[in-house]
């Protein structure tokens, strides 16, 4: 079954602080990997996005990394500031299924002054 | 521009009532998405339409019944809600269904959704 898992469910960091967090997938096959921001009550905005070929991918303070051999995923979050309090969803694209996306139960941050 | 419109941003409904959402994006992008979301939840699919023509429907109960006027435009027409159907409903469009990275998907703000 398509799955997509991450951890921790939610966070608390104080402002100015890094954090990283965690995907793990088991979609096969797989297409790509991306990452979503989705403030409370607005639509998820595009962080990232990554083939398999791809073992990193920054935007700004994002820093993306994905390990295909290991269905693995993380977000690294530098000098976090209040504005980073979302949540943030990781997402996996099926491969030749017409778009088809499995989407993670995403990580609430909270971040604190 | 990335920008998905979404009307209106609220929306409170009776169950006997008939409302429609509104989705419009000018990208030119061929592919557009309902998904609908509950608290704490990641979105749900239901409705996928590319080149204007319904691709796929996720078993959604026919109260929902989604339109494509043309390749700018994406209506979900509501009918005879039931209040677990409260909820944030997302459109979203991308260049095609392919999925390539050239089709990632951008979401609009969402309608906010209550059933009485």
């Known amino acids: 079954k398509n799955q997509v898992e991450q951890s921790p469910q939610s966070l608390i960091i104080l402002e100015g602080k890094n954090c990283t967090l965690q995907?793990?997938?088991?979609?096969?096959?797989?297409?790509?990997l991306r990452w979503y921001k989705q403030d409370t009550g607005r639509g998820p905005v595009s962080l990232t996005i990554?083939?398999?070929?791809?073992n990193t991918k920054s935007n700004g303070r994002y820093t993306a990394t994905l390990d295909a051999d290991t269905k693995q995923s993380s977000l690294h979050i530098t000098a976090s500031q209040l504005s980073d309090s979302a949540s943030y969803i990781c997402v996996v694209s099926v491969y030749n299924q017409g778009g088809k996306l499995i989407f993670g139960q995403g990580t609430e941050l909270s971040v604190k002054p | 521009d990335t920008e998905v419109t979404q009307t209106p941003k609220h929306l409170v409904m009776g169950m006997t009532n008939k409302k429609s959402l509104k989705c419009e994006q000018h990208?030119?992008?061929?592919?557009m998405y309902w998904y609908k979301q509950k608290a704490k939840k990641p979105p749900e699919l239901m409705f996928v339409y590319s080149y204007e023509k319904l691709s796929i429907n996720e078993s959604v109960p026919s109260r929902f019944s989604p339109e494509c006027p043309n390749s700018s435009l994406l209506n979900l027409h509501l009918h005879a809600l039931q209040p677990e159907d409260s909820a944030l409903y997302l459109c979203a469009s991308s260049q095609g269904r392919g999925q390539g990275k050239e089709n990632i998907q951008y979401f609009g703000a969402g309608t906010r959704l209550s059933v009485l």
């Open positions: 995907c793990n997938y088991t979609v096969s096959p797989f297409s790509n």
């Open positions: 990208m030119g992008h061929r592919a």
């Open positions: 990554m083939t398999f070929s791809e």
